[in-house]
C-alpha cells in the first residue's frame, strides 16, 4: 500500500493516507510531550517501542473480539489501520488512583477504588482536554446515547482484558485512555494506541513507574522503562505463539 499526503500531525504521531480511502498509515514519532504540549523532548526508539507494545496489545485484544483499527505493522515505527471517523472524545478508565484525579480529590495514589472510575474529555489541548459527563456528550451532539453505551460496554471489555494480559507480565494496569471511531462500514471500532503514552503502568512487586510518569516527572530511565514493557510483553507473546 502506498503512503500518500499527510492528514493529522499530531505530538506523538502522524496519520497519512494511502492509495485506498479505507486505510491510513499511521507513524509513531519519537517526539515525547507532556502538559499539552508545554513539556517538550524526545525518546530514542519511543516511537518503534509504542508501535509494537500498541500491535501487542491490539492484537491480543483482537483475539478477545474487540475490534480495533490495526491491520498490521508495516515495519518498526509505521501501522496500517482501518480510516475512521473519529470521536472527539477521550475516555479514561482507572484501576488505581493515581495522576490527576489524585491530585484533584486528594487520594494517596496507589489507592484502589471500590471499582474501576470511568471519565469522559473533551479531545482539544487547547483546552486542555477538559472533563465531561454524558449529559454534555448527549446535548452537544459529540455522541449519541447508544454509541456512548456501546463504548462503556467496550471499555469494561478492554479493561479485563487488558488486566488479564498484563497479569501475566507482573505489571498493574493502573490507568489507560482510549479512542474509537466508526470505519467505513459504521462499525464502531478502537483506534489510536494503548501504550506507555497513554497508560499507567507499574511494576506489580516493585511498584516501580514503567510508563511516561518518568518523563513528566523528570524520574529518568525512560527509554528503558519502555523497553521494559515491551519486552516482557513480546516474551509473552512468543511463548504463546
Ligand atoms: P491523568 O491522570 O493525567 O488524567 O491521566 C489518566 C490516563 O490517561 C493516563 O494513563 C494517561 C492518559 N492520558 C492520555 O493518554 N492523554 C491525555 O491527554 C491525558 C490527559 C491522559
Redesign the pocket.
Known sequence: MEKRELLYDGKAKQIFATDDPKYVIMNYKDDASAY?GVKKSSIKDKGMMNCHISEIIFNYLQKCGIKTHLVKCIDDNNMLCRRVKAIPL?F?V?NLI?????RRLDIQEGTMPQSPIY?I?LKS?LL??PMINRFHVKALGYATDETLDAILKMLKQVNEALQKLFRQVDIDV????LEFGFDNDGELILIDEISP????FWDSNSKEIL??DRFRRDLGQVEEAYHEVLDRLQKLTSNLD
Not at 503514552?197 to 499507567?200: M, S, Y
Open positions: 499539552y477521550e479514561i482507572r493515581a495522576g490527576s484525579l489524585a471519565e474529555c489541548d486542555r482536554d493502573v490507568d489507560f485512555k503514552d497513554t497508560a499507567r510508563d511516561s
